[in-house]
């Protein structure tokens, strides 16, 4: 029923760019049209919807992100995180009251800007080339083989050891050779938790608009460089999610 209904948020736009067509939006098998609620020199976008839980399943999350990446080809945009839903327009204002003075400092820092990410995962082939020059972890392998785990517990320890060192030697070699020359083209740039045992730098850089083919080419230029021995995953553009200091959440009642 119309009662049921709520207001779900995407993103917070400028009021300058509240003209722009917004469209439609098919959530949870519902489409519906997204709408704006204005506070002064800002705009949330929204959309009508049921009051309930919004589990982050692939396809809401997908839905929510496509809208938010949609409305950054148009303008710039401080994404709201997924799943809130107000019950009044009115709650909607006071959040934006609420939260006036950090959207301004925000919008400050991102206007006119992307997000792009790289991850720098590191060949099995190159990383083992790399590991057997070291004499003293062969060694170590070969007084393992054909040990049971029990015999050889300390060995594999300082093994386990040696790899995390080794590991670490590439992450530093990286970070200065890919990241601080990505990170002093771009407006500011994070460092994020690498995942898995071969990733080597999970970074995100903040890049002006209208410097992203240079930035491109230094990616494309360093890639070249890499490539034998790391595979480059460059996503984005991308809202700037990593670069707005807070999280912008329904308040619990």
Known sequence: MENNLGYYTFCVIPNE???????????EGKTSTLEIIEHKEFSMVVTKAPIKIYHPKKENLLTHQNI????????TVIPMSFGNVFE????????????????????????????VGLKIIGKEEWLKA??????????????????SEA???????ELGDMAQKFMKEKMQICMQEVFLPLAEKAVSAKQNETIGGKMLINASFL????HE????????????????R?????????????FIDIKLKAKEA
């Open 17 to 27: 760019q509240k003209k722009i067509d917004l469209g439609e939006v098919e959530l």
């Open 68 to 75: 938010v990446s949609s409305l950054m080809e148009k303008t």
């Open 88 to 115: 009044t327009e009115a709650d909607v204002e006071f959040l934006m009251k609420s939260l006036y003075s950090e959207l301004q400092d925000i919008y400050k820092k991102i206007e006119n800007k992307i997000e």
């Open 130 to 147: 790399e590991i057997n020059k070291n004499q003293k972890a062969m060694k170590l392998k070969e007084k393992i083989s054909g040990k």
């Open 151 to 157: 015999a050889s517990y300390y060995e594999r320890i």
């Open 207 to 210: 890049i002006d608009r209208d």
């Open 213 to 228: 083919e240079e930035f491109d080419e230094l990616v494309n230029k360093i890639y070249e460089k890499w490539q034998d």
């Open 230 to 242: 790391v595979e480059f995953k460059y996503t984005g553009p991308w809202p700037a999610y990593n």
